[in-house]
Structure formats: structure tokens, C-alpha cells
């Protein structure tokens, strides 16, 4: 069974193993001839199965931190470490690769692709892996029954509403069975009783499927869920609030 | 392929555009179909075979060429006088003598014209081109309606096309109006028809009964038929081989006896080439000019509807590649969406081309009339129903190419991190 449930063993202790390592990284963007510095020497580990809050004002860099750790882009300098994996020097075939299997990803705006049915999208990216059709099929039906839309499986992105839509979208996140999920602003797009249902479901995943999640986000509310949240402004870390209560919500 | 469904998925998106798209790649794979056609067909009619071929004297200076009968037993004999000169192995006389079923004039129509050629009945088996080289069951067939002719010289054969037109079945005796040959009508008797083919629409009588029917005339009216004199249009030889053919020509073109009118000698391509002559430039510029500028049309057109289609799309082909697709994988959907429409539209064109041009009416035209020399009619040959799906995905191929690539080279990073 790819999605096996876990305990919640070493859950609210801080594992000593980090799954993600970030070690004084730097990354600018080119504006035509200028240079904006967005990160500056940031360094920050996540252990496993930790649940991360990324919170700063608009502009402060969480994105960019986020597609580095994700492997959608490259630090100008420093390292980035997930698992065993110097992320930071693959090259962009190794890192397509890599992504399929190891990352899962949510977005704010979900991302479904608008003619494809539910099933249809949490399969696409298992058809980048060696797997028959029943694999897929068996992999796509546990994922759907997650996000309970088992029963919505055969519809449209634009047949379901934000909350439905942001659920297939953690479904496709979590297909591959993958160590890391990254969310950029997940309940963003969202009233407050979906984003409430999306957060619940978060939780849930980090709990039954022992994955480590990053999500970045505006809400206070959206914090609160997290085990630890780090504040970032101007590109660099401002603060790092550990929660007692981690784990338990 | 597992991204088949993706493909078709995306293509199905814009049902409108893909279909206008498709819509419009048909249009041009019609017209490069015809213009191929119609080359391929004029390739194949000045390609000479190399042996046992056929050439044809007519009039030197005139269309229609007509030329007196007293002409034609020296012509078949390849004007070969002196000792050492060649002879054709073998040789026919066509006279063309159209007219119609219909006595009044002003009913006369398509559904009542005839034009048959006069000719020596034993040749229909050994001159005509086809109809030399049947199949064994057909030639026994045809044989017999040949056979009829002969002892029947007032009989006629019909091709089945012009049967059906003219309301007549074997057996049936009806008098033909003359248009060209004006009073002399021939009372005729159905005794055979042509195989089925090329010959459908065509009709022909013994030269005999012409000719007998103009000798009537001339002793009736004491005076010789206006026609007497210009009745043969032309003489077909069979030679061995190019060397004879440029020796009888030379005969034939140095004899007193073929002054007044004139005579040539030429082969059934030379012929063509001939009569294309002043076609030459407009042919050119089909092969070198329409063509390639409608196949360079034909990928803007497609280059258009996909860069639109993956403008439209960067954010979703950028998720695809965050899911972990490759670049060439990208690219691959893109062109495959390409090359499916074009391959698809080209098939579909060129079916519905070969349908409608080589089917008999009522589901086609049953070849395009093209009369150059004496070609009937052309078709769209068997190949063309490839050349549409290959030109539609070709083209497609490379008028999306250039978008495909973009697509391949969208940037995650930027599409999902905009920010003020
Ligand atoms: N591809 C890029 N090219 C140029 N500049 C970029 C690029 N990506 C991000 N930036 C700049 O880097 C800075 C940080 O952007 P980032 O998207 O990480 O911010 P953010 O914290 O996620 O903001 P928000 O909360 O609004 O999403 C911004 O000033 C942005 O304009
Ligand atoms: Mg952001």
C-alpha cells in the first residue's frame, strides 16, 4: 500500500533528523541590470513530520523559500538538502524527476487542470511513473477517499466548488506518496468553513500519512494549526515560534 | 501512450478552434491533393514507355486536326515506300462522328448526344490503350461485342455510363442525328458494350458503314459530302521502339504524299508536352509556387491556433511541469495535439477528395474532365489518401513547433511567484 498510515509516534518531540536543510542560501532575481536580493543567508531545518508555518508580509520571499525547498528553482548560493538529496545541484531533468516523487504540491488557486475530471487530475501524475493502469486506478480511488470526493471523482473542476476543488488538490499532492508537501496559501481563495474543512484535512494527512508539510500563509487562523511557525521579512528570518500544543489539534 | 487522453482532452477544449483549425487544414489538403493530382497525373502522361508504344499523326497546323481519308491506308503503312524502310507492327484510324438520338434539334442534350469513333472493329482489342491488355474474362467479353461489330456493320458498342444515359440495352436499333457529318444519319444496333472503366461514357462504330453511308451521300447528291475530304482526325501506330518511331516519322514527314494538309507524327507523350507547352510557366508555378505556398499557409494557420492555445495555457503547462513532466515531455503534448488535428483533418480531406472526385455520380464526379489530347478524364490516385494525413502532420509539425518550444520553456519559478 503506497498511502500506509503511520502512528503519530515522534510527532510533537523534534525529530534530530531533518528531512529538509537549508544552509545559508542566497537568491536574487536579475531586474534587467539590477539585482533584487529576495533571500538573504537564510538557514532552516525542518524535521519529519513536522507541520511548518510560513508566514511574512507580501513580498517577503516565502514563495521563492518555498519553490527552492521544493526543487522549483535553484538558490544562488547555499544548499538545500531534502532527505539525502543535494536539491540544490541537480540538474532540471534530475529535479523533474525528483519533484514527481518526492513533492506534493498545493497551490492557492488548485491548478486542476479544467478538462480533466477529478480522477482524471490526481492520476496525471502518476502516469509519469512505471505503473499499470490498475496501480494507478488503486492509487487515484485511496487518495479520492482520503478528501472523501470518491463520489465526485468523474466531475469537472469547474462542476465543484473552491473547498471540493483545493481537496482534489491535496489528493493529487499526496498520489505519489511523497515525503514533503509544500502549500502556497492553501486556504488563501477560500471562506472560512472550506479553509477550516482544507486545514482539518491537512492536519489529517500529516497525521495518518506521516508527511512533512510547509505551508505558507496570510492567516493567523491557518498558523495556529501549525507545529511551528517561522516569520520572514525581507528575506530573512525574523522569528520562530514553536507551539506546545503541536500535534494535538 | 499514456498522454493519448490528455491530447485529445486538450484538443477538445476548444472545440471551436480546433475545429476551425481543422476545418481549414481539410481546405488546404484539399487543394495540395488536386494540384499533386493533377502533376502526378501529367508525370505519368509524359513518361513514355520504352517499348511497344503507340504514336499518333494528326494535321500539322490545325485543332481539331482533320486530314483526308486517302491519307490513311499509307499513314497505317508508316509511309514505307522504298525497300528499307519500316513499317508499324501494328495501326488504327480514328474518325469521330458525334450526333444524337434526339431528330429535334432544340431537345438535344447531354441525355441524347453521342460521339463515337469510327474505327476498324479488330482494333478496338489491339489499339486501345487498356483494352489490349484485359484481364482473360473480360477480353472474351469484350471479344464478342468486337465480333458483332465486324459482322455487323451498321452495329455500335457503348460504354455503360453512356448506355444508361441514352436509355438503350443490347439489342436495340435507333437512328443517330448527325452533328459533325450533316445529313448523315446512321440507323445503328447496339451489339456490345466496353468493359467497365475508362471507356464508360465512350461509343464506337464500324468505319465501314461511315464510309459507305458518305459514298451514298455522294451518289445521291452527286457531289461529294463536305466532309469527304476532312473525315480522318487521326492514325495511331504501334512501333517497337523509339529508334523506328523517329524513322517512320521522318518517312511519314518527308513524304510528298501528306503536303496539303501537313501531318506530325508524335507519341502520346510527346503529344502532351506538346499541348502543355504553353502551360509550362502555369504548371511551374503550381509545382513551385502554389503548392509550397499553401503548405507554408497551411503551418501558419495551425502555428496561429497553437500559440494561442498554449498562451492560454502557461499556468496549467507550468503545473504539468511542477508535477514533475519534462520539458520534451511538454513538447511532445503540444506537438502531439498538433500533428494528431493535422494528421487527422489531412486524412479526413483527402478521403473525402478521392471519394468525391474518382466516384461515379451520384456520390462524385467520376474524375475530373481534363481535356488535354485525348485524356478523358483524370483521378486522384490511390496515394493521395497517405499525402493528407503526411501533409497535415507535417505541416503540422512545423507550424507548431515554435510554440511547442515555448510551452517546453515556460518557467515555474515565474508563472507562480508574481508578485508586486
Ligand atoms: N521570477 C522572479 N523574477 C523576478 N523577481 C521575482 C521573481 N519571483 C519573485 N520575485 C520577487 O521576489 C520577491 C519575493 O517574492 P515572493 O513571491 O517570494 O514573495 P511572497 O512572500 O510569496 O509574497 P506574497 O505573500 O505576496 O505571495 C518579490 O519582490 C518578487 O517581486
Ligand atoms: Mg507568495
Known sequence: MPLASNSLSNMATRNPHPIVRVNGIHKY???????????????????????????????????????????LDRPS?????????????????????????????????????????????????????????????????????????????????GQLSGGQQQRVGIARAIVTDPQLIVADEPTGDLDAKSASEILNLLEEVRKILNKTIIMVTHDPRAAERADRVLHLDKGRLIEDVVKATAGSA | MKFLGLIVKNIGRNAIRSILTAL???????????????LAFLNVALSEKNANFKAIITERWQIPSQMPYTYASTLCEGAATKPGDVRPMDSMTWQFYGGSIEKDRAKRGMNNVLFAFSLEPIKLLTMMDDLDNLP?????????????????????????????????KIG?????????????????TLVGEFPEGRYNNSAAINRDYLLAAMDAYQQKNGKPHAMA??????????????????????????????????????????????????????????????????????????????????????????????????????????????????????????????????????????????????FAAFSIPLAALWWGPALGAGTALVGSFVPAWGARSVKVSEVFSRVG
Open chain 1, 29 to 71: 532575481f536579475k531586474r534587467g541590470s539590477e539585482k533584487v536580493d529576495v533571500l538573504n543567508d537564510l538557514t532552516v531545518s525542518v524535521p519529519e513530520g513536522e507541520f511548518l508555518g510560513l508566514m511574512g508580509p507580501s513580498g517577503s520571499g516565502k514563495t521563492t523559500l518555498l519553490n527552492l525547498i521544493a526543487g
Open chain 1, 77 to 157: 548560493s547555499g544548499e538545500v538538502w531534502v532527505g539525502d538529496n543535494l536539491i540544490s545541484q541537480m540538474s532540471e531533468s534530475q529535479l523533474s524527476a525528483w519533484r514527481t516523487r518526492s513533492i506534493g504540491f498545493i497551490f492557492q488557486f488548485y491548478h486542476l487542470l479544467p478538462v480533466l475530471s477529478a480522477y482524471e487530475n490526481v492520476e496525471l501524475p502518476l502516469l509519469l511513473l512505471p505503473l499499470s493502469k490498475a496501480q494507478r486506478r488503486e492509487q487515484v480511488t485511496t487518495a479520492l477517499e482520503l478528501v472523501s470526493l470518491k463520489d465526485r471523482m468523474w466531475h469537472r473542476p
Open chain 2, 24 to 38: 481549414g487544414t481539410m481546405m488546404l489538403v484539399f487543394v495540395v491533393t488536386l494540384v499533386w493530382a493533377i
Open chain 2, 136 to 168: 482473360a474474362g473480360q477480353a472474351a467479353v469484350f471479344g464478342k461485342s468486337v465480333k458483332a461489330l465486324q459482322d455487323n456493320r451498321q452495329g455500335i458498342i457503348l460504354g455503360r455510363t453512356r448506355m444508361e444515359t441514352l436509355k438503350k
Open chain 2, 172 to 188: 436495340d436499333t435507333f437512328t443517330i442525328y448527325s452533328m459533325n457529318y450533316k445529313e448523315i444519319d446512321l440507323e445503328v
Open chain 2, 229 to 374: 475530304n476532312k473525315s480522318l482526325n487521326l492514325v495511331w501506330l504501334k512501333v517497337p521502339d523509339s529508334a523506328t518511331l523517329s524513322k517512320i516519322a521522318s518517312q511519314i514527314e518527308s513524304s510528298p504524299l501528306f503536303s496539303s494538309p501537313q501531318v506530325k507524327c508524335e507519341t502520346a507523350s510527346s503529344g502532351i508536352a506538346a499541348f502543355i507547352e504553353p502551360y509550362r510557366d502555369l504548371i511551374w508555378g503550381m509545382r513551385y509556387l502554389l503548392a509550397p505556398a499553401i503548405l507554408v499557409t497551411l503551418s501558419l494557420v495551425i502555428s496561429n491556433s497553437i500559440s494561442i492555445s498554449v498562451r492560454e495555457r502557461r499556468s496549467e503547462l507550468a503545473v504539468l511541469k511542477v508535477l514533475g513532466f519534462r520539458p520534451n515531455q511538454i513538447l511532445t503534448l503540444v506537438l502531439g495535439e498538433a500533428i494528431l488535428i493535422g494528421a487527422l483533418s489531412g486524412l479526413i480531406s483527402s478521403c473525402l477528395t478521392y471519394g468525391i472526385v474518382n466516384f461515379p455520380p451520384p456520390y462524385g464526379f467520376g474524375g475530373i474532365k481534363f481535356p488535354i489530347a485525348f
